[in-house]
Structure formats: structure tokens, C-alpha cells
């Protein structure tokens, strides 16, 4: 089993950065494929990007050019990079690990964009 704890996340000015950054704990963390959700209130969560355990990365369209999600494995660590915020990426964002018939989740963390 895993836990996920994610911090990083915070308000920031439309155009601005942030990092976002998600522990793991409790189980090997490098057989898991890893990923980004987020939900934004009123809507349902969506993916954002997610990084195989072979280190194969997807993006949803909306973030591809400027969010960028990676993985340190020997920290047990997974960050989203998020730049060219702008207000409609403000969510709370929620890390997600899974491997064959088992996905656990973070409490997530919120991301606030002000135009």
C-alpha cells in the first residue's frame, strides 16, 4: 500500500509559476504509474498528466507546452511544474497512485489563479 501527501500548492498571479510536489510512503513506489488530477468547483475531476513508472509522460491538451510532470524515485517524490498560469487552471489538485487493480489518493492541495 502507498500514501500520498501533496503540498506546494497556493495562489498566484495569472502568468505565474508554481511546483507542485507529492510524497509517497509505504509501498515501492517505483512500480507505480503516478498522476495529476485536479477538479474545479462545480466540475468533475479531470486528468492533468501522468508519468509511468518507465518514466512515459502524458499531458491533458489544456496544460501540454506548460506544466511538465516528473518523478524521483529514489525520493519517492512526484512534482507538476506549472507554468503560464492562467485563472482557469485554479482547481485543487490531487495526486493519484496506481498499478494493476489497486489506485490510491492524495488529499489534495488547492491552486488558486487571479487574473
Known amino acids: 500500500q502507498v500514501q500520498l501527501v501533496e503540498s506546494g500548492g497556493g495562489l498566484v498571479q495569472a502568468g505565474g509559476s508554481l511546483r507542485l510536489s507529492c510524497a509517497a510512503s509505504?509501498?515501492?513506489?517505483?512500480?507505480?504509474?503516478m498522476g495529476w488530477y485536479r477538479q474545479a468547483p462545480g466540475k468533475q475531476r479531470e486528468l492533468v498528466a501522468t508519468i509511468s513508472n518507465s518514466g512515459r509522460t502524458d499531458y491533458a491538451d489544456s496544460v501540454k507546452g506548460r506544466f511538465t510532470i516528473s518523478r524521483d524515485n529514489a525520493k519517492n517524490m512526484v512534482y507538476l511544474q506549472m507554468n503560464s498560469l492562467k485563472p482557469e487552471d485554479t482547481a485543487v489538485y490531487y495526486c493519484k497512485a496506481n498499478r494493476p487493480l489497486y489506485e490510491v489518493w492524495g488529499q489534495g492541495t488547492l491552486v488558486t489563479v487571479s487574473s
Open positions: 509505504g509501498s515501492i513506489f517505483s512500480i507505480y504509474t
